[in-house]
C-alpha cells in the first residue's frame, strides 16, 4: 500500500512538473496584434519583435502580424479585453499615445487597468523644430518670444488637439507662462506635412518626433531645438541639448510596447517578459531596433506597468490643465 501511494505521488508531480513546463513554453500560435493599417507605428512595433523575437531564437515558429484598424488602436483594445482576454499567444502593439488616449477616455469604458501591460523594448523622443532661417538657436530664446508674443506664433504638429504632437506644443505654451488651450495650433498629416510648413513658412514651430526629424536637421532643412529626453540621444543628433539641459522640464518619450489580456496566465505573462529581457541584450535585437528609427528604452513587466499607469495619470493632469 504503501509502495503504491509513493508510486501515485511520484505519478501527480511528474503530472504537475510537465504541467509547469508546459505552461512556460513558448506560445504554439505567436502573434502580435498592430491596431491600425499596415505601415505606421503599431506596424513598426509589431515588426520588431516578431522580427528579433525569431532572429534571437526566443521563438521557434514565426511570429504573424495582423491588423484591427480603428480608434488608433481602440478598436484593438477592446477587441483583445472583450475577444482574447486569456489569449497567450497574443501580444499587442502600443505606445505613449495609447497611454494618453486611455488617459482622455477614448478607448471607450476601459481603462489602464484592463490589459497587463508587458514591456516597452524602445523609444523615440518629441523635438521642438524650427526653420533653418528661423531667428531662434535656444528653446530659450524661443521660450521669451512665445511669452512677448504668443499670438504670432503658429504651432504645427502631425495630428489633431489633443495628440501628441499637441501635447508636447503645450509644454512650450506652459513654460511661456501662456494657457495651452489658447496656442494657435495646427493639425496637419504627419512630419512630412511639418516639415513642409516650417520651409514654407506657413508655422513657426514644429512639434514632432526625433527619428523622423533627426534627418533633415543633419540636412540643415530645420533647426531642432531641444530634444525631450533625460539625457542627450546618441549619433546624428548628440550635439542637439536637451530641454532639460537648457533650463525646462520637458520630456517626452515617445515609448513602443506591448499588453496581452487581463487573463492571461502569470506563467505566460512570464514567459513573454523573460522572452524580451533575454532578447534586448542582444546584438541582434539592438540592430532591430536602429533600424526602425527607436532608441534605447527597455523597460519590463512590473516596472513597465507602473510607467504605464504614471504616464496616464500624468496626462489627464496634462488633458485637465490645457482644458481638454
Known amino acids: ?61 514565426p511570429m504573424a502580424v495582423t491588423y484591427m484598424e480603428g480608434g488608433v488602436g481602440a478598436v484593438a483594445y477592446n477587441h483583445v479585453i472583450g475577444k482574447r482576454g486569456t489569449d497567450g499567444n497574443l501580444i499587442t502593439a502600443a505606445s505613449s499615445g495609447s497611454a494618453l488616449l486611455i488617459a482622455q477616455g477614448k478607448f471607450g469604458k476601459y481603462d489602464e487597468n484592463a490589459v497587463r501591460w508587458l514591456g516597452a523594448l524602445g523609444a523615440d523622443y518629441g523635438v521642438l523644430v524650427v526653420s533653418a532661417e528661423s531667428p531662434y538657436k535656444t528653446l530659450g530664446e524661443l521660450v521669451e518670444a512665445y511669452k512677448a508674443d504668443p499670438n504670432s506664433f503658429a504651432i504645427g504638429g502631425g495630428g489633431a488637439v489633443g495628440s501628441q504632437d499637441w501635447m508636447k506644443g503645450s509644454l512650450l505654451a506652459k513654460a511661456a507662462g501662456q494657457e495651452p488651450k489658447s496656442m494657435r495650433y495646427v493639425a496637419l498629416e504627419g512630419g512630412g506635412a511639418v516639415l513642409t510648413a516650417l520651409e514654407g513658412g506657413h508655422i513657426k514651430v514644429g512639434s514632432g518626433d526625433a527619428a523622423e526629424m533627426g534627418k533633415h536637421h543633419v540636412a540643415g532643412k530645420v533647426r531642432i531645438l531641444a530634444v525631450m529626453a533625460p539625457e542627450r540621444l546618441s549619433g546624428e543628433l ?11 522640464d520637458i520630456d517626452w518619450p515617445v515609448w513602443r510596447g506591448y499588453y496581452v489580456g487581463k487573463d492571461v496566465s502569470d506563467a505566460d505573462y512570464d514567459w513573454w517578459v523573460s522572452a524580451f529581457e533575454k532578447m534586448s541584450k542582444t546584438p541582434e535585437f539592438a540592430k532591430e531596433r536602429e533600424a526602425r528609427g527607436l532608441f534605447e528604452f527597455t523597460l519590463l513587466g512590473k516596472d513597465f506597468d507602473k510607467r504605464v499607469k504614471d504616464d496616464v495619470a500624468r496626462f489627464k493632469i496634462l488633458a485637465k490643465e490645457a482644458g481638454m
Not at 505552461?23 to 507605428?41: H, M, N, T, V, W
Open 1 to 61: 500500500m504503501i509502495r503504491f501511494l509513493t508510486k501515485t505521488l511520484a505519478g501527480a508531480a511528474l503530472v504537475t512538473l510537465a504541467a509547469g513546463t508546459a505552461a512556460f513554453a513558448e506560445p504554439a500560435k505567436p502573434e502580435c496584434l498592430a491596431g491600425a493599417k499596415p505601415g505606421g507605428g503599431f506596424d513598426l512595433t509589431c515588426r520588431l519583435a516578431a522580427n528579433a523575437l525569431l532572429e534571437t531564437k526566443e521563438i521557434s515558429t
Open 238 to 248: 548628440s550635439g542637439v541639448p536637451t530641454a532639460r539641459e537648457q533650463g525646462f
